[in-house]
């Protein structure tokens, strides 16, 4: 079956950096969008980072332009979203998504294929 697992996520302070990691199985990794959303307690899921199936071109929220890094590494099947400058706003469970097949962007949450399980980040001021 289609799996997403994550690791990385953790506590850390403002300013200090985090990566979070995220291996898939079980479905072509190339042929889908991969990357992150993330949810902030008492709020709904929302996009972080995305990787597109068309050409792995890459699109950030705005509160994570310029902070955030997406990649990914095919041989592997991982996508990482490198964290830096991290503020208190970013605690949250992050969920790494694939969407697809041959998605160009990852859209809303309700078109989200597969998720990972989540992991939490935690940023003290």
């Known amino acids: 079956e289609a799996q997403l697992v994550e690791s990385g996520g953790g506590l850390d302070q403002a300013g200090g950096s985090l990566t979070l990691s995220c291996v898939a199985s079980?479905?072509?990794?190339?042929?889908?969008?991969i990357g992150w959303f993330r949810q902030v307690a008492g709020k709904e899921r929302e996009g972080v980072s995305c990787l597109s199936a068309i050409d792995r071109d890459t699109d950030y929220a705005d509160a994570m332009k310029g902070r955030f890094t997406i990649s990914s590494d095919s041989a592997k099947n991982t996508v990482y979203l490198q964290m830096n400058n991290l503020k208190p706003e970013d605690t949250a469970t992050y969920y790494c998504?694939?969407?697809?097949?041959?998605?160009?962007?990852?859209?809303?949450?309700?078109?989200?294929?597969?998720w990972g399980q989540g992991t939490l980040v935690n940023v003290s001021s």
């Open positions: 079980g479905f072509t990794f190339d042929d889908y969008a």
């Open positions: 998504v694939a969407v697809g097949p041959y998605a160009r962007d990852c859209h809303g949450a309700n078109d989200v294929d597969y």
